[in-house]
């Protein structure tokens, strides 16, 4: 079977690489999907929430809307439930932005949350609270540059 590998920087961490199996019709996205999951981004390894937030744009673009998706976290999935995790990726990146803009401290924004839409995102290996620091301090580290 004819594999592709293909590098995605600044996602999950900077040396991200999704792997296509052509024939199979299957995609390996590893970390850069968790499934219905708030995900791990790596900003000490080079990872960006707005690199992900990009790839997985990207990615959707890519792959076929038949493929079976394998995550790094969660069940096999489709091309259906990347686009709900990218819609995931965006709202509550803007959630947090728009509150950052506004001068409000991290812990803030943390006590806000996200309200019940995204309540059982953050019930994985990454809650609520620490996905919002991840993206408070992804941000503020991409406005210091």
Known sequence: ?????????????????????????????????????????????????EGLIKNIGALIQMIPSDAKLIPGHGKVSSIDELR??????METTLVVRKQMKEGKTLDQIKAAGFGEKYKDAGSGFINTAAWIETIFKSYSFEMAK
């Open 84 to 89: 709900d995790y990218h819609q995931m990726l």
């Open 1 to 49: 079977e004819n594999i592709r590998a293909v590098h995605f920087p600044k996602g999950h961490t900077d040396g991200d690489t999704v792997i296509f199996f052509t024939a199979s019709n299957v995609v390996h996205l590893g970390d850069d999907f968790f499934v219905e999951r708030f995900p791990f981004v790596d900003l000490e390894s080079g990872g960006s929430v």
